[in-house]
C-alpha cells in the first residue's frame, strides 16, 4: 500500500489533514493552558523583579534628573545601577521564560509525534526476563517513558559472511533478521 501526498488540490485535504494529526484537540487545549500558565509564572516572577528594581532606583533616579535640570553635577548613585539591573533581569525572565517553554512545549510535541510515528503498527514488546533479577532490579522503578535500548554489543573480528536469500542484518545490533522487518526483534529499533 502506497501512501499518497496530500496537496490543498486533493478533494477533502482539511478533513484528512486534521484526521491524520497526532495531537486532537482536548490535547491542544490542555498544552496551551499549560503553556499560558507557564507565561502567568514568568509574568509574575519577571514583573516582581521589575517591580523591586522601579522601586529601588526610583528615588535616585528621581534626584539624578533634578540635579540635570538644575546644572549640577550628575551622580549616579549605586542604588540606581542595583535597580536598573534588576528591572533588566525581570524583564530578561519574563522574554527568555516565554520563549523557552514555547520551545520545550514545540520540542515536547515533536518528540511526541515522532515515537507515534515510529511505534505506529508495531505491536507492543515484553522485556525479556533474566535468570536471576538482582535485589537492585526489583528496588528500581521502571522508566516513565519505554525507549528500545541501546544495544551494548562487544565488537568480535568476525569473517564477513552473505545473509542467507531471505534474511538481512539489523543495521544497529548486526543479528540475522527476516528480510521483510520493519523492526529489528532483538534491539526494537526501525530499520532503514
Not at 82 to 94: E, F, Q
Request: include cysteine; glycine fraction near 4%; aromatic fraction near 8%.
Amino acid at each position: 500500500m502506497t501512501k499518497r501526498l496530500l496537496t490543498a488540490a486533493t478533494p477533502h485535504y482539511l478533513s484528512e489533514v486534521v484526521r491524520n494529526m497526532p495531537l486532537n484537540w482536548v490535547n491542544a487545549f490542555k498544552r496551551a493552558l499549560i503553556y499560558f500558565l507557564w507565561l502567568v509564572v514568568w509574568g509574575i516572577i519577571g514583573i516582581l523583579l521589575i517591580a523591586i528594581g522601579y522601586a529601588v532606583a526610583m528615588n535616585p533616579l528621581i534626584k539624578l534628573i533634578t540635579d540635570m535640570m538644575n546644572n549640577k553635577p550628575a551622580t549616579f548613585a549605586p542604588e540606581l545601577i542595583t535597580g536598573i539591573v534588576l528591572a533588566t533581569v525581570g524583564y530578561l525572565i519574563v522574554m527568555l521564560g516565554s520563549t523557552a517553554t514555547l520551545i520545550r512545549l514545540v520540542y515536547q510535541l515533536s518528540y511526541e509525534a515522532t515515537q507515534e510515528v515510529l511505534t505506529k503498527g508495531k505491536a507492543p514488546t515484553t522485556p525479556a526476563v533474566s535468570a536471576a533479577p538482582t535485589a537492585e532490579a526489583k528496588t528500581t522503578p521502571p522508566p516513565a517513558t519505554v525507549q528500545p535500548p541501546q544495544p551494548t554489543i562487544p565488537w568480535q573480528p568476525t569473517a564477513p559472511t552473505a545473509p542467507p536469500a531471505n534474511q538481512k542484518y539489523c543495521a544497529f545490533c548486526g543479528k540475522a533478521i527476516a528480510i521483510s522487518a520493519r523492526f529489528c526483534p532483538f534491539c526494537q529499533r526501525a530499520q532503514p
